[in-house]
Structure formats: C-alpha cells, structure tokens
C-alpha cells in the first residue's frame, strides 16, 4: 500500500491530524490507539426508560410464549362468548376492536426497537470496519518485516557461504 493510501487510513482510525512523516511513528500511533468498541455497552449507557420498555414490549411479543397465550386468550374468549352471548356476540365486534387496538399500539413500539436494533449494528459495522483496517495495515507491516528479516537471513547466508568456499 502506498504511503499517502497508509497515512489517510491511520488519519481515519486514530481521528487527529497526522503530522508524521515516518512510517514507523505512524504505525506505531496506530498501535496505540485502541479501535474496538463495545457497541452493546455504549448504546445501554444511552439507552432511556422508554428504549428499555419498548425492547421489552418487543422480546414478549415476539416470544412463543405470547403468541400461544393469545391463541389461549382468543379461543377463551371465543367459546366464552358463544357460550354466554351477551358480551360480544358473533362476530365478535369488540374482539376485533381489542386486536386492532393491540396492533396499532404494538407495530410502533416494534419498529421503535428494530430501528434501535438497526443503529447498533451500523455501529457494529462500522468498528468492525476500523478494526479490520487497523488489523489490515498491522499485517501488511509484519508482512514487510518478515519480508526484510528473510532478505536479511538470505543474504548472511550468501555472506557464510562464501567464507566457507574460501
């Protein structure tokens, strides 16, 4: 990677102005500086009252458990009000003004929790971005060390060989 590529990308991560000139000083800047972040952390020291209901409403009503109580409930009412009559004959008028209800109060307060859910993976992604450039630019720096250390070894080889053909 060229140098100007390697300075924009560590200018990025470490977010300051690089005043650098020396590769070695800038990947070790790089080195320093911490990228990860703990995304579920940072958004539930954010989070508000209504963030946490509005998740919880959203873990209930996504859950088996509530949509076999709700079968439970519809069919309870059901065969109450056949049974008994004077509640909410068939065709259960006020049955379907408590469902309409329910999902009008409910597809909000999902949505409110999807978008939030959403936020943080875009947070997610992009510090996995960071991380994976950090990760990239280290490995291309080990590459170009290894890479001189076997050019070094190889020529104190060369060097050892021709003392001894001497």
């Known amino acids: 990677?060229?140098?100007?590529?390697k300075k924009e990308?560590?200018?990025m991560l470490v977010n300051?102005?690089?005043?650098?000139s020396d590769e070695e000083q800038m990947m070790q800047l790089l080195?320093?500086?911490?990228?990860?972040?703990?995304?579920?952390?940072?958004?539930?020291?954010?989070?508000?009252?209504s963030d946490k209901l509005a998740d919880k409403i959203t873990?209930?009503?996504?859950?088996?458990?509530?949509i076999i109580g709700f079968i439970?409930?519809?069919t309870v009412w059901v065969v109450f009000n056949l049974i008994v009559e004077d509640i909410d004959p068939y065709p259960f008028t006020f049955l379907?003004?408590?469902?309409?209800?329910i999902a009008a109060l409910q597809a909000p307060v999902i949505m409110m929790s999807q978008n939030r859910a959403a936020k943080k993976d875009s947070l997610r992604s992009k510090n996995d971005y960071k991380v994976d450039l950090k990760s990239e630019l280290i490995l291309e720096q080990l590459h170009d060390e290894i890479h001189q250390i076997i050019n070094n070894q190889n020529k104190i080889i060369k060097i050892i060989?021709?003392?001894k053909t001497r």
Do not use: H, P, Y
């Not at 080195?31 to 989070?47: H, I, T």
């Not at 379907?96 to 209800?101: G, P, Q, T, Y």
């Open 1 to 5: 990677m060229e140098k100007n590529r």
């Open 9 to 11: 990308i560590v200018k």
């Open 16 to 20: 300051t102005d690089l005043d650098v």
């Open 31 to 49: 080195f320093d500086q911490n990228l990860a972040v703990d995304v579920d952390k940072q958004e539930e020291e954010n989070e508000t009252k």
């Open 59 to 66: 873990a209930v009503a996504g859950s088996w458990r509530f």
């Open 72 to 74: 439970l409930f519809l």
């Open 96 to 101: 379907n003004l408590l469902l309409s209800c």
């Open 161 to 163: 060989k021709n003392k």
